[in-house]
């Protein structure tokens, strides 16, 4: 395992270094993060990395392939523009977990707050506990699984993304609706879960999807737009 403190080295060559490693997975482990932002962004191989502590903004930035933990809370925008990969976080997590996500797998073990999964185009988002106002806002495609609560104006906008919650929500944002949780829904929904280490079985969730009034322009549904 390669060892990087930062407290004596800078977030340029932690970085630096995961570049340079080269294709063949290593093992990092990032000590005394203390906030700081930017850390593990744009990873193009399948390391471990493990930052003990609390992590900033950005975190996990485009990754692709790597495997990171924050053993911690962690800042806003979190894996945002994931490709591929898995970014768990410990803690809880502030806005925008995922924004704009390809493809991958984030996994909170806490709470996340507003925008969760905003604007996602393929990335799987679980959540163990719950999240913020405008979680899902305009999600193209990929799954938002809360297993807490969800706050108002859930899915706000959604396109063709999925969104399961296991609890609570409040008012649904607009073109949100609860849509049927088919045999498909519930197996596809419980290998996510598994993925993301989550005990608990597809039944006990509500499947939430587009309504499709705010695809196209209609004179009828104006007072949406």
């Known amino acids: 395992m390669r060892t990087i403190d930062l407290d004596t080295s800078s977030v340029r060559e932690l970085n630096a270094g995961l570049h ?17 932002h930017a850390l593990a962004v744009g990873l193009e191989a399948a390391h471990k990395v493990s930052i003990d502590g609390h992590a900033g903004y950005y975190c996990g930035g485009m990754n692709k392939e790597a495997d990171i933990t924050v053993k911690g809370q962690c800042g806003k ?9 898995t970014i768990r976080v410990e803690g809880n997590a502030a806005e925008a977990v995922g924004a ?3 493809g991958g797998l984030i996994v909170i073990e806490g709470d996340a707050s507003s925008r969760c999964g905003i604007s996602m185009k393929g990335v799987d988002i679980v959540v163990k506990g719950s999240v913020g106002h405008m979680s ?13 609560d969800a ?12 969104i399961y919650v296991r609890g609570k929500t409040g008012a649904l944002g607009a073109d949100c609706v609860e849509k049927e949780m088919t045999p498909e829904h519930v197996t596809a ?29 209609d004179i009828d549904n104006a007072e949406n737009y």
Do not use: T
């Open 20 to 36: 340079g490693a080269g294709a063949a997975p290593e093992e990092w482990q990032v000590l005394h993060p203390h906030g700081k």
């Open 189 to 217: 929904l419980n290998q996510i879960l598994k993925r993301a280490g989550m005990a608990y079985g597809a039944a006990a969730f509500r499947r939430y999807g587009s309504a499709r009034k705010l695809y196209n322009f």
């Open 136 to 148: 899902g806002f305009m999600a193209q495609a990929g799954n938002l699984v809360v297993c807490g």
């Open 151 to 162: 706050d108002d104006d859930l899915g706000d906008s959604i396109y063709e993304a999925r």
């Open 77 to 85: 925008g979190l894996g945002e523009n994931i490709m591929s990969g």
């Open 100 to 102: 704009s996500g390809h």
